[in-house]
Nanobody, 127 residues
């Protein structure tokens, strides 16, 4: 049984930081590319960041580039999203997702490409 469980969300003031974590079980984690997406009220789910299966390649949405950093620890089956300089427009439910793709350097930005999803964690940034 595959499980992705996000944690680390919360309420933070603008300019603050949060670190989201995603714990996975039931997968051979090292062959999955990972992604982070978010969905704000009334909006579609949007891509935030992605990392290849080996961790060597990352890709970010323009809106978070330079502020967010994705990382993974394959030994611990964990993926992280460090979010700095948070803005009110970053407020959303954040989801991690896993996509079976062991190709070195492969990252995916489309939600439809991902096989498994977590339940999400709420991030609220106050102005």
């Amino acid at each position: 049984q595959v499980q992705l469980v996000e944690s680390g969300g919360g309420l933070v003031q603008a300019g603050g930081s949060l670190r989201l974590s995603c714990a996975q079980s039931g997968l051979t984690f090292s062959v999955y590319a990972m992604g982070w997406f978010r969905q704000a009220p009334g909006k579609e789910r949007e891509f935030v960041a992605a990392m290849g299966s080996s961790g060597g390649v990352t890709y970010y949405a323009d809106s978070v580039k330079g502020r967010f950093t994705v990382s993974r620890d394959n030994a611990k089956n964990m993926v992280y999203l460090q979010m700095n300089s948070l803005k009110p427009e970053d407020t959303a439910v954040y989801y991690c997702a896993a996509d079976l793709d062991w190709r070195v350097g492969a990252v995916h930005t489309e939600a439809s490409e991902y096989d498994y999803w977590g339940q999400g964690t709420q991030v609220t940034v106050s102005s």
